[in-house]
């Protein structure tokens, strides 16, 4: 799979500007939704209003059809992206339209949410059953990145392993963390006898 690049500041301030206005205003609103699925929405929502500036000449979320929609489909698929990664995509971008059409109906009475059923997703492909590297292949692993003088590949792996944390939870990693102290919290227990 091709990753996706995240969206610069620069890119993002290209983007129209009724796109990203909308786009916060729905983030802000959608108080339902957890914090992990508004960031994976804040993320693909971008990607999207990136992609429809760049492919389809800026244009407003409002004038999108569900032509213009399966061709950014596509793409990710011709990226080989996961059938998971493009029905997550395909998700923000629909709730985003259910939202438009049900608190902007006055401003945009003809618009649709142009994702529909006929747009069909492939079926899923097989994932791979995950298998955690074995002692021998992670000694084997620090000992050539440290042979290499890969230092921050090095802590990347032995950091990631041992806690056990995701790659995009590895990557917000800050450095001030490195000599936070431990909160140590007491609570004092009396016998209810």
């Not at 699925?37 to 800026?58: C, G, K, P, Q």
């Not at 489909?73 to 998700?91: E, I, P």
């Not at 990631?160 to 609570?187: F, M, V």
Request: net charge neutral; charged share 30%; glycine share 2%.
């Amino acid at each position: 799979m091709d990753r996706l690049n995240d969206i610069t500041e620069e890119e993002w301030s290209k983007c129209n500007k009724f796109n990203r206005d909308i786009m916060q205003d729905f983030l802000d609103n959608s108080t339902e939704l957890s914090p992990q699925t508004l960031t994976a929405y804040h993320s693909n929502l971008m990607i999207w209003f990136n992609w429809v500036r760049e492919n389809l000449d800026n244009m407003k979320e409002t004038e999108i059809k569900s032509r213009d929609y399966l061709k950014y489909q596509n793409w990710l698929f011709r990226l080989d992206h996961s059938t998971s990664d493009v029905h997550n995509k395909r998700s923000a971008i629909s709730s985003l339209n259910n939202y438009i059409m049900l608190y902007y109906e006055d401003r945009f009475p003809t618009f649709h949410n142009f994702i529909n059923k006929a747009i069909k997703m492939p079926e899923k492909t097989f994932v791979h059953e995950k298998q955690p590297l074995t002692k021998a292949e992670l000694t084997d692993l620090t000992n050539k990145l440290a042979e290499l003088g890969e230092w921050q590949k090095l802590a990347y792996i032995k950091f990631t392993y041992e806690t056990g944390c995701r790659r995009g939870e590895s990557r917000q990693l800050r450095k001030d963390i490195i000599n936070a102290k431990p909160i140590i919290k007491t609570k004092t227990v009396t016998d209810l006898v």
